[in-house]
């Protein structure tokens, strides 16, 4: 990953299909700012999710670099914040231990491995 791949995560992010409407039309995010409906986006680095099993044993050979993942992560925030406004998206923190507790009231919950 770098810095043009940002631009591809973020495009898919904003286009992909995955809302529907009163009318089961699908739309994804950018219809979403366009028709004033309220929603949020989470946005959680999960470096582990790198990892390769060779055996019994996971192998994190693909992850980046700390200071070179924390880039790239402040890079796609960046640009979702300039892309959707900030009161929009929500960042968990990069290179912490964290823990995500989900309770939807709708229908889905997505989850994407980008």
């Not at 995560?9 to 904003?14: E, S």
């Not at 994804?28 to 959680?44: F, H, K, P």
């Not at 924390?70 to 960046?78: F, G, I, M, P, R």
Request: with cysteine.
């Amino acid at each position: 990953a770098d810095d043009s791949t940002v631009d591809v995560v973020v495009d898919q992010i904003l286009k992909a299909k995955i809302y529907s409407d009163e009318t089961n039309k699908r739309k994804g995010l950018m219809d979403l700012v366009n028709d004033g409906t309220a929603w949020q986006l989470m946005l959680i680095p999960q470096a582990s999710l790198c990892g390769k099993m060779k055996g019994k044993v996971a192998q994190y050979h693909a992850l980046k670099p700390k200071t070179e993942g924390e880039a790239l992560y402040n890079n796609l925030k960046d640009t979702l914040e300039q892309k959707l406004g900030s009161e929009r998206v929500l960042f968990g923190t990069y290179g912490n231990r964290q823990a995500l507790q989900c309770e939807s009231e709708g229908p889905y919950t997505h989850f994407f491995e980008l």
